[in-house]
């Protein structure tokens, strides 16, 4: 209690908490049985209580009982298409403000809720759900929540099955599903996968669900599966010889498509755009890795160390067998590649790769080169590096290093001698940003079409960087920090492929040179770096929704200079 203003005249007295004591006296009064003036009956049960508080505190009572309706009058109400137990227990919320949600009872709550318009309740119990995807209910769960017309719930449950789609589609629900529920999963740019081959599996399970039933939808299903990017060998021995396949001239005519992206890249352009666009799921949740870099005294490090976004920490994964900073690293099929490097006395082509089940890193073919300050990035089924140092020289060379073989080609060169530039798959392309040849530091960037074989220069930054950081969100393309000659930069430019223009975002907090950017969980984060004076251990993030950096959890092991990767987490 107290007074709310004062005068020489009068006090205004306010008891803050009248309302709170008053509601659990009316529902003594309710349980008593007094001075109710209405009764709710559903199916068998019947529930007694005030018009005024029902109309106070539950949208549907306020417009029946305010507005003249028929009901507004009578004594007793018959309520239909609510749970009698749910429209009880939102009854006693209307009195406590208190419900119980649990397994049990939370898709007849929501419905009751949302019947009612408690939307509070409604969200309380979506949230509740949300909690509990799992890849053997998601989808049930995204139709019960359509029948609802609860967009979050439904947006939730679409991003959950893009982010575990193999494992969604492992599931009865997933094969129960009807062909334009599953055309409308299998189209999305943003399913994660590991590759095209999970999306084609996934189909070919779901048509010899019912064979005879469902082979007809095979050729529109195959339609939405990205052959193209199909490796040849799995073209051949497994999409060519599945007899569903054979047997329909539709789905022949879309391998031989496939067959002619990978045999006859002349003819690449008359393909859909949309057949060789490479999937991306932006909000996946994964480990961030640190690899390499440098102690405070600039000594290089073999340590890697993992960010687990869940419990919000650094600690201590598995080393590499060699001393690497200034490494180029990339994550395919959910491993960790690490490039080359500078292990104190020479640069390095070795390579080696991190398999986060076994825990273990071993190494694969050597690089041609010789590369320190390198760009890695993957995209398809290859793994691309470019440019660097070789001890004497930047460099313009690019290669390519297929996983399934175990080995690396030359490409054609960049345009350009970068060395400390930054690299990255966007929409189909590697671009190469920044970095410079040893004289000159560059806003120059350029992109490889890997199926034309060519690079092309494209519109520059607002600003020279070397030494930069670069990741992709939400299909625009980010540069952050590095330093431009004379300064060491925290601004932060954002690329646009639509509109074709760079533009300022917030800058980070601090300056970053040398820092690691990656996306994860739908926003950026800015990894380590050099301010100019020190090496730094400091982790920031962006979120493009607020348009803002906050700092997260430092890195317990590094202090900057360190190649990173994410590796998604697996759904159980």
């Not at 709310?4 to 709170?20: A, G, H, K, P, V």
């Not at 539950?58 to 009698?84: C, L, W």
Request: include cysteine; proline fraction near 4%; charge should be negative.
């Amino acid at each position: 209690m107290q007074p709310e203003t004062e005068n020489e005249e009068c006090i205004i007295f306010q008891q803050l908490d009248l309302f709170s004591q008053g509601f659990p006296i009316m529902e003594e009064i309710r349980r008593q049985g007094k001075l109710c003036d209405v009764t709710l009956k559903v199916d068998s049960q019947s529930y007694s209580a005030h018009r005024i508080v029902l109309a106070a505190t539950i949208p549907y009572f306020n417009a029946m009982f305010t507005h003249d309706m028929v009901e507004s009058k009578q004594r007793e109400i018959t309520i239909q298409g609510i749970d009698s137990s749910a429209l009880e227990a939102l009854v006693n919320f209307a009195y406590s403000g208190r419900v119980v949600i649990d397994s049990n009872n939370v898709q007849s709550l929501m419905v009751g809720a949302s019947f009612l318009a408690l939307h509070k309740v409604r969200d309380a119990c979506a949230d509740f759900l949300k909690r509990r995807f799992h890849p053997n209910n998601v989808l049930g769960i995204r139709s019960f929540a359509d029948t609802l017309c609860c967009s979050p719930l439904v947006e939730a449950a679409d991003k959950y099955v893009q982010q575990y789609f193999n494992d969604v589609s492992l599931c009865d629900e997933f094969l129960s599903l009807s062909q334009n529920e599953l055309i409308d999963i299998v189209r999305r740019d943003e399913l994660h996968v590991i590759s095209e081959e999970q999306v084609f599996e996934a189909v070919m399970r779901w048509v010899k669900r019912d064979p005879e039933g469902r082979k007809k939808n095979l050729p529109q299903l195959l339609a939405k599966v990205r052959l193209p990017l199909l490796p040849p060998h799995y073209l051949a021995d497994r999409v060519a010889t599945e007899e569903l396949i054979r047997s329909s001239h539709e789905c022949r005519d879309l391998l031989d498509e496939a067959r002619d992206y990978h045999l006859m890249p002349e003819r690449r352009s008359l393909l859909q755009s949309f057949r060789i666009k490479p999937r991306c799921c932006n909000y996946v949740m994964g480990h961030i890795f640190a690899v390499g870099g440098l102690t405070k005294t600039g000594d290089s490090l073999s340590t890697v160390e993992v960010f687990d976004p869940i419990v919000g920490r650094w600690q201590l994964a598995e080393a590499m067998s060699m001393l690497r900073s200034r490494v180029g690293v990339a994550v395919m099929r959910n491993r960790l590649y690490a490039f080359g490097g500078y292990n104190g006395s020479e640069r390095l082509s070795t390579v080696e790769v991190f398999d986060p089940q076994k825990r273990v890193w071993n190494k694969v073919s050597p690089m041609h080169c010789r590369r320190s300050a390198v760009g890695a990035a993957a995209l398809n089924d290859c793994l691309y590096v470019c440019g660097g140092y070789d001890g004497v020289t930047s460099l313009n060379t690019v290669e390519c290093y297929s996983p399934d073989k175990d080995e690396w080609t030359m490409v054609p060169n960049m345009i350009r001698h970068r060395s400390a530039g930054g690299v990255v798959a966007f929409e189909g392309y590697i671009y190469a940003l920044g970095g410079h040849d040893g004289l000159s530091i560059f806003d120059s960037v350029e992109r490889y079409d890997p199926r034309t074989g060519q690079w092309t220069s494209v519109l520059p930054m607002l600003t020279r960087r070397c030494r930069l950081g670069v990741a992709t969100l939400n299909g625009k393309l980010y540069v952050c920090g590095g330093y431009d000659g004379s300064t060491f930069l925290q601004s932060v430019e954002m690329y646009d492929p639509i509109l074709n223009q760079w533009k300022f975002v917030a800058p980070m907090n601090v300056m970053r040179s040398r820092v690691a950017l990656v996306a994860n969980m739908g926003k950026l984060w800015a990894i380590g770096g050099y301010d100019g004076v020190s090496n730094l251990s400091t982790v920031e993030v962006y979120d493009p929704n607020t348009d803002s950096w906050s700092f997260v959890a430092s890195m317990c092991a590094h202090e900057g200079g360190v190649g990173v990767g994410v590796i998604p987490i697996c759904k159980d």
